[in-house]
Nanobody
Framework: VQLVESGGGMVQPGGSLRLSCAASGFTFSQDDMTWVRQAPGKGPEWVSVMFGLGGRPSYADAVKGRFTISRDNTKNTLYLQMNSLKPEDTALYYC?????????RGQGTQVTVSS
């Protein structure tokens, strides 16, 4: 199993970023996938879950209405569109295989929201 995240960066409050997670080594299209973030000094928290069999994605209350998870099964890639970013969204973001899982396999991608 390999997960490679990208798309992070520094953005001002109110800005947007789109994160990507390229997956390999398993049947991506059938698996539930989770975006996770970990802020400095805090434990990991799940952000959003995309279910492999379809259905409505799940979002943490802190990001509901601002973040959108999606996937492209032809590219084995998971995405997280982040809008209206806030300083409290600053964290290392990574994807995990499975619903509500927080185990980090890849290097993650850093998101910093600051003016």
């Amino acid at each position: 199993v390999q997960l490679v995240e990208s798309g992070g960066g520094m953005v001002q409050p109110g800005g947007s970023l789109r994160l990507s997670c390229a997956a390999s080594g398993f049947t991506f299209s059938q698996d539930d996938m989770t975006w996770v973030r970990q802020a400095p000094g805090k434990g990991p928290e799940w952000v959003s879950v995309m279910f492999g069999l379809g259905g409505r994605p799940s979002y943490a209350d802190a990001v509901k209405g601002r973040f959108t998870i999606s996937r492209d099964n032809t590219k084995n890639t998971l995405y997280l569109q982040m809008n209206s970013l806030k300083p409290e969204d600053t964290a290392l973001y990574y994807c995990a295989r499975g619903p509500y899982q927080t185990e980090r396999r890849g290097q993650g991608t850093q998101v910093t929201v600051s003016s």
